[in-house]
């Protein structure tokens, strides 16, 4: 199963043998190449390197084309203020300057850059086929804010015709937005909405949900999935979010992950999440960035979670961090192995070897995720077993896998940070390493010699 499967097979909640990885790579891309947010954003040639660069180092299952909420702003007249890390900021309004409603067009493929955002993704879709490609949209109330300011928040209450004037407005442009990405062939259209954290529930079911809901029917009528992003504490508008009908819904570290797996399968909508921005994937090492993501992945399951950072990862974010992610997500042996340490560092009581321990046997213990699921536990495993089988009842050779409380308890005591490991009395022989069958019989009969065992 290539990656656009997996990652539609996780949209529609389906069994998955593995969680979907999908890196929210912005302006990040433009680090890769050394270029500034700014050359980067502004060139197809930069985004279509930046966007392949990311793919292949961070082994993506899914990616977005360009991660930008200023786009379709920019095309409808609003300023945007240009920097070297980070996407343009809106710094004018057009609906709070003196402009009317009537006097601001939906943009054509023309008008912005929204031809050259076309014409990347197409070429990312030529060259990526097996990648699902997300086509990000600014949702209609982000838009909205974008055209009016923070007028807006004011208006809901003292101006509500007119904000619906305005909504329906924006609706247009995002459907407009859609079809176009559509035509390109990506897999995912997502609108991305992050100012709808900034409403109450009442204010979002009147002004966002009507307006939402009409987009993700247009874009499901056209056979394309979809998601619902939003940034901040969101909370309080999760179900209404999955009530406007999108496959799929995302979130950042501000929403608790559990929450959102349980409002939203019981809806019949997959969620994505929630790997934290910065105290990880910015600022954490490694290893920290494994924890996180790992909690996340043990969280959310393999049936319509899909696991991602919160939102449009930083620009300096280190590759080595995003690297450890990808790593984590396509090694069992890895997430089994920080599992286990996890379950060290919070005082997993030992196992009492009182009994284990033989006086006239030498005990091998193969410490696995698992053999019946991983093809090196299993092989490790398979090693030690043929190795012992000689010596008869004079070896005793056991599995212990840590999907059990038990094995997780073993590989505390035996002190095992490394899967597989094959233990022979006690002593970690042959760490993450499946040696010859004669290597083993030989540290074997070292043992029976020190034993005396005949």
């Not at 998601?227 to 979130?251: L, T, W």
Request: proline fraction near 5%; hydrophobic fraction near 40%; aromatic fraction near 6%.
């Amino acid at each position: 199963m290539n990656s656009k499967e997996l990652v539609k097979k996780a949209f529609k909640i389906e069994e998955v043998h593995r969680i979907p990885w999908v890196p929210f790579v912005g302006c990040h891309a433009g680090k890769l190449l050394g270029l500034t947010a700014t050359e980067y954003l502004q060139s197809k040639e930069n985004i279509i390197k930046g966007i392949d660069k990311a793919i292949k180092l961070y082994r993506a299952d899914g990616i977005p084309v360009v991660f930008d909420l200023q786009i379709e702003a920019e095309a409808m007249g609003c300023k945007l203020n240009w920097v070297d890390d980070n996407p343009p900021a809106v710094i004018s309004h057009p609906l709070a300057e003196g402009k009317e409603l009537k006097d601001i067009s939906i943009p054509d493929i023309n008008d912005g850059r929204i031809k050259m955002v076309m014409e990347t993704a197409a070429e990312l879709r030529r060259q990526h086929p097996d990648i699902a490609l997300y086509g990000l949209i600014t949702g209609p109330f982000t838009l909205a804010l974008h055209l009016l300011g923070t007028d807006i928040f004011m208006k809901l209450m003292m101006e509500p015709d007119y904000v619906h004037e305005l909504m329906q407005f924006t609706t247009k442009v995002c459907q407009f937005m859609a079809d176009e990405y559509i035509k390109t062939g990506v897999d995912v259209v997502a609108i991305v909405d992050p100012m709808t954290s900034q409403i109450d529930p009442g204010s979002f079911e009147e002004f966002v949900q009507p307006y939402a809901n009409e987009v993700f029917e247009s874009i499901r009528n056209q056979s394309v999935l979809s998601s619902f992003f939003v940034c901040g504490n969101a909370k309080q508008n999760i179900e209404a979010m999955c009530d406007c009908k999108p496959d799929n819904i995302s979130i950042d570290e501000n929403i608790p992950l559990d929450y959102v797996r349980d409002v939203s399968l019981a809806k019949g909508v997959s969620f994505g999440g929630n790997i934290q921005l910065t105290v990880s994937l910015l600022m954490g090492t490694e290893e920290e960035c494994q924890r996180d993501a790992l909690t996340c992945m043990d969280i959310g399951g393999k049936k319509g979670f899909l696991l991602a950072p919160g939102c449009d990862i930083p620009m300096d974010t280190p590759v080595k961090n995003m690297q450890a992610v990808a790593e984590l997500v396509h090694d069992e042996l890895r997430q089994g192995e920080l599992r286990a340490s996890e379950a060290v560092q919070k005082e997993v009581e030992p196992l009492d070897l009182t009994d284990h321990w033989q006086d006239d046997k030498v005990v091998v213990d193969v410490v696995t995720l698992n053999a019946k699921s991983c093809a090196a536990c299993q092989y490790m495993l398979k090693a030690a077993e043929v190795a012992c089988e000689p010596y008869g009842s004079k070896v005793i050779c056991r599995e212990y896998n840590i999907l059990t409380q038990e094995g997780v308890r073993m590989m505390a005591t035996l002190g095992v940070r490394n899967l597989p490991t094959l233990v022979i009395e006690g002593n970690k022989e042959f760490i993450s390493h499946i040696p010859p069958i004669n290597e083993i019989q030989a540290k074997i009969e070292e043992y029976m010699n020190k034993k005396g065992v005949r």
